[in-house]
């Protein structure tokens, strides 16, 4: 039986990184975009990950261009977006699909354990999976959900 560990991807530099890189630290995936109305929640993410980073907090974003073609961009126009308006610093990784036959294995795995309103598919940009210590998933928020509202929850498992 496969766990969190068990997979890899491949950062936005082409650099491929294991999962288990992340052993012992509490983790959250996100699926992001650059042109969605909650594309601002870049800059949460990024406040959450340096108040925390500490703390043993990793967020991994994985850019998405399956809802409403908000992320049109490659890796380098990604990774260029991100600094520049957001100053994203934690792992960003390649573009990859979240749904359907060609889904990430990663986001197969996390919606398979973690189940949303639409059942296991990802209704939208930034959803949000938090996976504790133990590379365990435990909880799945909303892409409306801002990672304001989720640090209470991230502060109690860190």
């Given amino acids: 039986m496969?766990?969190?560990?068990?997979?890899?991807?491949?950062?936005?530099?082409?650099?491929?990184?294991?999962?288990?890189?992340f052993t012992g630290k509490t983790v959250v995936v996100v699926n992001t975009a650059s042109k969605c109305g909650l594309t601002p929640q870049y800059e949460g993410l990024e406040?959450?990950?340096?108040?925390?980073?500490?703390?043993g907090l990793v967020i991994l974003g994985f850019p998405c261009n399956q809802f409403a073609s908000q992320e049109k961009g490659n890796s380098?126009?990604?990774?260029?977006?991100?600094?520049l308006n957001y100053g994203v610093s934690f792992p960003m990784f390649e573009k990859i699909d979240v749904n359907g036959d060609n889904a990430h294995p990663l986001f197969k795995y996390l919606k398979?354990?973690?189940?949303?309103?639409?059942?296991?598919?990802i209704k939208w940009n930034f959803t949000k999976f938090v996976i504790d210590k133990n590379g365990t998933p435990v909880k799945r928020f909303s892409p409306t959900t801002t990672p304001e509202k989720m640090e209470k929850y991230i502060e109690k498992i860190l």
């Fill in 47 to 55: 406040k959450l990950y340096q108040k925390h980073k500490d703390n």
């Fill in 2 to 21: 496969k766990t969190f560990y068990d997979f890899e991807a491949q950062k936005l530099n082409g650099e491929s990184t294991s999962m288990q890189t």
């Fill in 76 to 83: 380098d126009e990604i990774q260029e977006f991100c600094q």
């Fill in 112 to 121: 398979s354990k973690l189940g949303g309103i639409l059942g296991s598919k």
